[in-house]
């Protein structure tokens, strides 16, 4: 810790010294892990020299292709680092100095996404084999002029070689659109952060009970009154959105011209959309909109929370057929894209169990079960599919009952569904539960409301998309790895991407990396610097700011940092840490009960949550005649924070009382007992605080006034006592006991 530091000031220093002068000079010796792109290329060589990029530096294309990268490029070091560059489309520009993008087959690459990329003093060259291989040169070279020190300014870039290729050719995000809604500004922005990442995959969610998000010409109502929901539901805030119409009701989908204009965008960064339209369950805006395709006819509302529905597509119906071919053949109109997402999980079979259509579809296709029929709807919409020239992907259930032939399955129920369709010989996309949901949440930690779970930003890093159960020779059916994201606790912008990054950032390099370039320390240093980027573009982040405190041995305290390289600053003065507070080297120790507030300050200086914990508490016991509420236990009344707090449950009566008893007696000159909240509501009125130096004998030390009973020990405390002294007509908090002296101030 102290090592880096002295690192920052040393930079600091020759930041100031340097300040005057226009170019950024490189320090020779630049190792591949200062280069700070993410994901990690696969092989880099950095040399001394470096390369000033600037307003007058050329930028040449070779073919047309390379020239709308070119102009991308352009647009991209205006937007991130202020230079306006122009674009050379007359000449080769192949022996001139400048910037050269070349698509030619004269590379050596394992992989057609691949690049070179060299930098030399007077020339900057990316070379590859396929346009999408030149983009992804070119997000690399972006990456080592972003984060800019200064807008406008000329960047000197290393002289350096990267050879580049992705391990994996599906390299997903998914977003769900449908528990929420988001604005095509935003999928745009997605979409961005995506090619920032050279991730080339977006599984976009579009059908959900709670909101049918794609114009479907043929059936208009879908949209018309399957889009939109009686309120946000979810138990959120209205407030927490604008996707609200003129009859204020909650919701949105995307004309079939901003579906257009979407994939349009997706292509010009080089990625594909996966359409997701969810069959047989997960369909109630559907029926709502359609109830004739249910088993029982409905009628149906469009919930306002999630779980699963019994409601679903009735597989004994043709209509049913009939009706999803319709919506895929648009779909499959618009979306040009190999794969079309069916959805496929968590259908429950009791609507079907009851259907007399169902059970005659059963019984005319000599089916043995419900699970059966759903291997049944599956095929039949493969079928269609295939006759259509598209593969269908839908999540691991398809399996259930058999799976379709030409399927490829999306693991999310854990790796096992996938490895086992893999053995099978079917593709796979691996996003299981316990690396990809970012919808979970990321650190034990006060956080913004998630669905549950944890996924910490290391637990992605070490997703491994082929886990080595599978044989090698089936290894290639491993088609790469997908982030998801699930919006029921998610209802804006900030929401998503705050639960997305740096989540995204790590799957990245696990989709595209070798596994061998992969380095958890490495990463996270690297990954200090992209937070900038992502600052830079006003993105909304969660600070990977977690820190784990532990005290082992009694006094001494060992702190460790989510990212190994960052900085925690600490207090024991019970002030809230900040950039002057002191910063951790080695264990603090501590002879008595010291309150140590701590907190991770980013080089960009945001900050971390504040992480408390008290060295030498003593351990005690507690036994009490009054009930508590809820989560108000009666430990937090000694726990140092004043914002947790015992709560009774009812009014409390004269004869109430609650006890602690320490395991060791406890040595200080005061007591002071808060009761009531911050807002001096529910106080204890009437109450007395006893003390005693053998656990059995009390005698009082104090009574309550305004709330607060304060007394000088004259003895050590093996026990103390609060005691009510007259029936209340309200609850009563216990907010917290503080011993003078218990929390040591230096
Ligand atoms: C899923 O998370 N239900 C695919
Ligand atoms: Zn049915």
Not at 43 to 51: A, I, K, L, P, Q
Not at 465 to 492: C, F, M, S, V, Y
Request: glycine letters at 6%.
């Amino acid at each position: 810790m102290r090592k880096n530091y002295l690192c920052w000031n040393f930079l600091i220093v020759l930041i100031l010294l340097y300040s005057g002068l226009m170019i950024h000079t490189s320090e020779h010796g630049k190792t591949a892990s200062s280069l700070n792109i993410i994901p990690e290329p696969a092989s880099t060589e950095v040399f001394d020299g470096s390369f000033t990029l600037a307003e007058t530096t050329p930028v040449y294309a070779d073919c047309e292709k390379s020239e709308e990268t070119a102009q991308y490029f352009a647009e991209e070091l205006s937007k991130r680092a202020g230079l306006n560059v122009e674009v050379d489309t007359t000449g080769s520009g192949d022996d001139e100095e400048g910037v050269y993008l070349e698509i030619t087959d004269n590379v050596d690459l394992p992989h057609e996404e691949g690049y070179h990329l060299e930098i030399e003093e007077n020339r900057v060259k990316v070379r590859a084999s396929t346009q999408q291989g030149l983009f992804y040169g070119i997000q690399s070279l972006l990456q080592l002029i972003d984060p800019v020190e200064e807008m406008g300014e000329p960047q000197a870039l290393p002289s350096l070689k990267i050879t580049d290729y992705p391990e994996f050719d599906w390299r997903g995000m998914h977003l769900d659109v449908c528990r929420h809604f988001f604005s095509t500004d935003f999928i745009k922005e997605m979409l961005d952060l995506m090619a920032m990442h050279k991730m080339n995959s977006f599984h976009w969610h579009l059908t959900e009970d709670q909101g049918w998000r794609i114009e479907i010409e043929e059936y208009p109502r879908l949209t018309e009154v399957g889009a939109w929901r009686d309120c946000i539901g979810f138990e959120l805030d209205p407030a927490d959105s604008t996707h609200y119409n003129e009859k204020g009701e909650y919701g949105g989908y995307y004309s079939r011209e901003e579906i257009k204009e979407i994939i349009e965008y997706a292509q010009s960064l080089h990625i594909n959309i996966v359409p997701e339209i969810e069959m047989p369950g997960h369909a109630m805006a559907a029926l709502t909109a359609y109830p004739e395709l249910s088993c029982t006819g409905g009628p149906f509302e469009i919930p306002l929370r999630g779980g699963v529905f019994d409601d679903v597509f009735c597989a004994g119906k043709d209509e049913t057929f009939e009706f999803l071919k319709n919506v895929l053949s648009e779909v499959i109109d618009l979306f040009p894209g190999k794969y079309v997402h069916i959805g496929g999980d968590e259908c429950p079979k009791t609507r079907w169990e009851e259907c007399e259509d169902c059970q005659q579809r059963i019984e005319e296709e000599g089916l043995a079960d419900e699970d059966e029929l759903q291997s049944y709807f599956i095929h039949r919409i493969e079928e269609f599919l295939s006759e259509k020239d598209k593969r269908l992907i839908g999540w691991d259930e398809i399996k259930e009952g058999g799976l379709a032939p030409g399927a490829t399955v999306m693991s999310w129920r854990g790796k096992d569904p996938g490895i086992q369709a893999a053995k099978d010989g079917h593709d796979v996309v691996m996003s299981p539960t316990s690396h990809c949901y970012f919808d979970f949440y990321q650190w034990e930690a006060e956080e913004p409301r998630a669905i549950g779970g944890l996924i910490k930003l290391e637990d992605v890093y070490t997703f491994r998309p082929a886990p080595p159960e599978i044989p090698e020779d089936k290894r290639h059916h491993i088609l790469g790895g997908q982030g998801n994201i699930w919006t029921e606790d998610l209802p804006n912008r900030d929401a998503v991407t705050y639960m997305a990054l740096p989540r995204m950032s790590a799957l990245s390099e696990t989709v595209w990396s070798p596994e061998d370039k992969r380095d958890w320390e490495d990463f996270s240093q690297r990954l200090l610097v992209h937070l900038q980027r992502l600052e830079a573009r006003d993105v909304d982040y969660r600070v990977p700011g977690g820190i784990t405190i532990e005290e082992k041995e009694k006094g001494k305290i060992e702190m460790t940092p989510e990212l190994p390289d960052s900085e925690i600053y600490y207090t024991v003065n019970g002030t809230e840490p900040g950039p002057h507070s002191s910063i951790y080297e080695e264990p603090l120790t501590f002879e008595e009960p010291t309150l140590v507030r701590a907190r991770v300050i980013l080089p960009d200086k945001k900050m971390g949550h504040v992480f408390e914990h008290i060295s030498n508490r003593p351990s005690y016991s507690v036994d009490a005649n009054i009930h508590f509420f809820a989560q108000d236990v009666p430990e937090n009344i000694f726990d140092g924070f004043h914002e947790t707090y015992f709560q009774s449950r009812w009014a409390p009566n004269d004869n109430a009382y609650l006890t602690l008893t320490f395991d060791e007696p406890y040595s200080a000159e005061r007591l002071l007992v808060f009761s009531g909240d911050e807002r001096k509501d529910w106080q204890i009125k009437d109450g007395i605080v006893e003390v005693s130096e053998d656990g059995e004998t009390f005698e009082k030390l104090s009574e309550f006034n305004h709330g607060i009973a304060v007394g000088d020990l004259n003895f050590d405390v093996k026990a103390l006592r609060v005691s009510i002294t007259k029936d209340h007509s309200d609850r009563v908090i216990i907010r917290e006991l503080q011993f003078e002296e218990q929390v040591k101030r230096r």
